[in-house]
């Protein structure tokens, strides 16, 4: 939180570095009444965002911030004006200033939330010579997702005449998944994995089920070579997206380095979306970069938000707290259950455990992108588009002209 990080710095000025600047003299000397030292100023847009957490709680700077710092000397004359409400308003330099220094930008955090997200580098895994777990490039999985990720792969296995049972009798890609009510309603013993199981959904991804799939490099159709030893994590609007995947090898090509034939693809590389047939390869829900990826409903509202001039920061923020309030308001569901059955937990000497934080690890383990991992997504997209975009923009008719003395129109 920069800002956080920058106003108890603003907050611990003394008395004589906050007094008005002289103004410039330029020859004639200008008398003005003398401004009132404000030992705490906070701009209006940043009072109204912190809420009362923004308080100065600063542990080092207790007593000067709140009961021992001297009170403003005080302008009699200007605190009559002020009252006077006939009294001509004029903009208060003090307060521009201050605007300034807490702009939006500075107020955003943008620092996301869960792991290290921005050390994603956003290369699309090439040609894999190695198609063994690696730990460490993805995030791992604590136990209550590997266990998730078991059971969905075991239905995953489940098939008719090669197809997964989920596309052929349930049409969909997407895994079904009960609501929380109808999850704690029916449980003996509630715990919190089974809340936070309710948070994610699962996602199938096999497209070779529906046809050959060309390997992208010579053309000859790709060969099964097992599912994806761990799930791909994507983020949505409030929710995280686990995707299963599949490895495709094609039984041509040659590995650059070893010679041998172990060139594999995942079935959602770009390059096999590329070759797929359209019309599937458009229910990839997703964006990836090379460990993560969003949805494309969030791609397409965080293009919105730039494109209306929202800063990154601004918008990872706004996604972080779309996923914290959609996480408080399971966690307040799972309060008001247990509430309900308070009196029978009581008789039969049940004690439930706590929640946990929205990061934690060993907990719900929830992820949130940081501000740069959002912009280096859309400059990668803006990138790939580059030629769209100058050709788009040259067709556009002349709106507002103007011309130099180049003889330029711009
Ligand atoms: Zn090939």
Request: charged share 25%.
């Amino acid at each position: 939180m920069e800002a956080a990080a920058r106003r108890p710095s603003t907050q611990t000025q003394t008395p004589t570095s906050t007094k008005p600047k002289a103004p410039a003299t330029s020859g004639t000397f200008i008398s003005r009444p003398p401004v009132p030292s404000t030992p705490h100023r906070i701009s209006p847009i940043a009072r109204s965002a912190a809420g009362p957490s923004s308080l100065p709680t600063n542990a080092a700077q207790p007593q000067s911030m709140l009961s021992c710092r001297p009170p403003p000397p005080r302008n009699d004359n200007l605190e009559r004006s002020r009252d006077d409400p006939q009294r001509i308003l004029a903009w208060d330099e003090t307060d521009a200033q201050d605007e300034d220094e807490f702009s939006l930008e500075d107020m955003a955090g943008g620092e996301g939330i869960g792991a290290d997200d921005e050390l994603d580098d956003f290369e699309f895994e090439s040609d894999l010579d190695d198609v063994s777990p690696t730990p460490g490039r993805l995030q791992p999985l604590n136990d209550w997702e590997r266990q998730e990720f078991n059971s969905y792969l075991a239905l995953a296995k489940d098939r008719i005449g090669g197809v997964p049972r989920l596309y052929v009798e349930q049409n969909t890609f997407f895994f079904n998944t009960s609501t929380i009510h109808s999850t704690l309603s029916k449980c003996v013993y509630p715990t919190p994995e089974l809340l936070y199981a309710r948070l994610r959904r699962w996602f199938l991804w096999d497209p070779a089920v529906y046809g050959d799939v060309p390997c992208p490099l010579c053309k000859n159709t790709l060969i099964g070579h097992g599912n994806i030893p761990s799930p791909r994590r994507i983020i949505d609007i409030d929710s995280t997206i686990m995707a299963i995947g599949y490895r495709y090898r094609c039984t041509h090509c040659k590995n650059a380095k070893s010679g041998l034939k172990t060139v594999t693809f995942q079935s959602w590389d770009p390059r096999i979306l590329a070759v797929l047939p359209p019309l599937l390869a458009a229910e990839f829900p997703a964006i990836l970069s090379r460990r993560n990826g969003i949805t494309r409903t969030l791609f397409r509202n965080m293009r919105a938000a730039f494109l209306g001039g929202m800063g990154a920061k601004q918008f990872a923020d706004g996604v972080r707290s779309q996923h914290l309030e959609r996480y408080d308001e399971a966690h307040l569901q799972y309060l008001q259950y247990l509430a309900s059955r308070e009196q029978l937990d009581k008789f039969c000497g049940l004690k439930h455990r706590r929640i946990s934080t929205f990061a934690d690890f060993e907990g719900f383990h929830g992820t949130v992108p940081s501000a740069a991992w959002f912009k280096t997504l859309y400059d990668r997209f803006i990138a790939q588009h580059r030629n769209e975009i100058l050709k788009h923009t040259s067709m556009l008719t002349l709106t507002i002209g103007a011309l130099d003395h180049s003889h330029k129109a711009c």
